[in-house]
């Protein structure tokens, strides 16, 4: 079982920025694909970025493309989110995500692909 913390939500202004952090307990951090989504009010949770086990592939979503970067410390089993030029559209409840190194995983875009998952950190971009 792994149990995941998200933390850094918070107010921001548009145009801001915002660092989340995502602490996992897993004892082997370093073999956990990471994700990152987010559910705004009234609308399905969506993919935001993810990053591979060893951290040398990332994806993001078109909508945080050049804006948000995802990152990993996995000395410190930790997965972050930075979110520069935020907008009011990126208002939401955050969620991390932990999926195991397996053979046939699936896409990292997908929520169904991964096993774990954080209580949300919120954000809250005003115009």
């Known amino acids: 079982q792994v149990q995941l913390v998200e933390s850094g939500g918070g107010l921001v202004q548009a145009g801001g920025s915002l660092r989340l952090s995502c602490a996992a307990s897993?004892?082997?951090?370093?073999?956990?694909?990471m994700g990152w989504f987010r559910q705004a009010p009234g609308k399905e949770r969506e993919f935001v970025a993810a990053?591979?086990?060893?951290?040398?592939?990332?994806y993001y979503a078109d909508s945080v493309k050049g804006r948000f970067a995802i990152s990993r410390d996995n000395a410190k089993n930790t997965v972050y989110l930075q979110m520069n030029s935020l907008k009011s559209e990126d208002t939401a409840v955050y969620y991390c995500?932990?999926?195991?190194?397996?053979?046939?995983?699936?896409?990292?875009?997908?929520?169904?692909?991964?096993?774990?998952w954080g209580q949300g950190t919120q954000v809250t971009v005003s115009s």
């Open positions: 995500a932990a999926r195991p190194k397996r053979p046939t995983g699936g896409s990292l875009m997908l929520e169904g692909n991964y096993d774990y």
């Open positions: 897993a004892r082997t951090f370093s073999s956990y694909a």
């Open positions: 990053i591979s086990w060893s951290g040398s592939t990332t």
